[in-house]
């Protein structure tokens, strides 16, 4: 319960910023050996908080003997006990550790931390590394951990992290659509006279889609072409990041069945381009020649392949 513990992967590095949650920095390290030889060979900060709990930062000058330690600077965090009775129903806190060391001569603090994230609970309130530094590497003043007569300086970041994931996407493609088709038939083609005409809605991938038609085309495309767009519907409300990724055949149906014209769309929608097609889909001179059954009919179909379906956290 109030030992350092020293199981799993160790990654070691220098960086110029101090740490964060908390600084140590003793005047005289040799007179602090001196006292905790009276104090079980350790020495405990104040109580400091982080991440909403409270904390002590433990040094064992010569190494925490009964773990191992002997030979090293130890390091260790103990949370305060009344953290758990404060932060009921809560039970556990888990917390990233970072170790530091202050080296003079480098002008960097040496880091040293645990790849795991630690657990603190009722019974185990201790974690910390048992092999920091070398004792004889931290005392000789040439290494620069002891500086100006023999000062020295510890500290660590405590970074408390929710018990379970709160924060998360769940992406999926869709690649069995039950009814795959959406056709809509455009009678009396030749004498439309509206500049765009809207189909009625349709559901695929949980999403409300319709198909945007311009027979005259658009202004980029006026006379010449038909321009057709797939959108998803304006009800439709998308998330600021939120994206739907679609894969869909449009068609143009030949009423003799065999020479249809198709374009595929592969498309990212987002809520800045909930909409998109072809400006130039077909010339109108080829729709007309071949796209036209007897009864001035352009027979329009939509087949999706993929819809993407995004599930999102709570508090997204």
């Not at 600084?23 to 602090?32: A, E, G, M, T, V």
């Not at 994931?165 to 493609?173: A, G, K, M, V």
Request: with cysteine; glycine share 6%; hydrophobic share 35%.
């Amino acid at each position: 319960m109030g030992s350092c513990s020293e199981a799993s992967p160790i990654m070691k590095n220098w960086r110029e910023h101090p740490p964060s949650s908390y600084s140590l920095k003793i005047q005289n390290f040799s007179q602090l050996e001196n006292s905790t030889a009276f104090s079980h060979h350790k020495y405990q900060s104040c109580l400091f908080s982080s991440g909403g709990y409270n904390w002590r930062l433990i040094v064992y000058p010569k190494g925490n003997i009964k773990d191992n330690g002997n030979g090293f600077i130890s390091m260790c965090v103990k949370i305060d006990s009344k953290s758990f009775m404060e932060s009921t129903p809560q039970t556990e806190v888990f917390a990233e550790l970072r170790f530091f060391v202050y080296n003079k001569k480098e002008n960097k603090y040496f880091t040293i931390q645990d790849v795991e994230v630690k657990r603190f609970n009722a019974l185990k309130m201790v974690w910390g590394l048992l092999q920091v530094l070398p004792y004889d590497t931290f005392i000789n003043p040439e290494n620069g951990y002891i500086f100006e007569g023999g000062e020295s300086e510890f500290g660590v970041d405590v970074i408390v992290v929710p018990p379970g994931l709160t924060n998360w996407e769940i992406l999926s493609f869709n690649e069995t659509l039950p009814r795959p088709k959406f056709s809509w038939p455009l009678k009396n083609f030749s004498t439309l006279k509206e500049d765009v005409y809207t189909s009625n809605r349709f559901s695929m991938g949980g999403k409300q889609w319709v198909v945007e038609l311009y027979p005259k085309g658009t202004t980029e495309a006026a006379g010449k072409w038909l321009s057709i767009y797939v959108n998803l519907v304006d009800s439709e409300t998308l998330k600021p990041d939120e994206k739907i990724f679609k894969q869909a055949h449009v068609r143009v149906q030949d009423p003799l069945g065999s020479k249809h014209f198709a374009s595929q769309t592969n498309r990212w929608h987002k809520e800045s381009c909930m909409s998109w097609g072809w400006d130039e889909f077909l010339s109108l001179a080829e729709l007309r020649k071949t796209y036209l059954d007897k009864e001035d009919t352009l027979n329009v179909e939509v087949e999706f392949e993929v819809v993407s379906v995004t599930k999102y956290s709570p508090i997204i």
